[in-house]
């Protein structure tokens, strides 16, 4: 698997997004408000929580829950990417802005 570049993972993410507009108009009418897309990363990162207690043994889920959590990673990664396009936030510039200030903040 090849590595994805942070600025074509964001344009790929944006396009995605539409897609599911598109769905969503399709089958409900109207597309998902800011509030429901946050809910739905807030579900997924919950996943996350739980596959990675099952990947420590900590949580009964099955032997094989890697492909699953590298799937829910990713979307967590997306939705993070579609939320601060929805709220007109530079995820380049959050991202920077918090490496940044985490990096001087430990570096004292």
């Known amino acids: 698997m090849s590595e994805v570049n942070f ?12 897609l599911y507009h598109q769905l969503e108009m399709k089958y409900h009418g109207s597309e998902w408000s ?9 579900t997924d990162a919950g996943l996350v929580g739980r596959l990675a207690m099952a990947r420590q043994n900590r949580w009964p889920k099955g032997d094989n829950t890697v492909p699953e959590l590298e799937h829910k990673l990713g979307e967590c990664i997306w939705w993070l990417i579609v939320l601060a396009d929805r709220m007109d936030i530079n995820i380049h510039d959050a991202l920077d802005g918090f490496l940044s200030k985490t990096e001087k903040m430990l570096e004292k």
């Open 34 to 42: 800011v509030q429901e897309d946050a809910l739905a990363f807030l």
């Open 7 to 18: 600025s074509e993972a964001v344009i790929r993410s944006e396009k995605i997004r539409e």
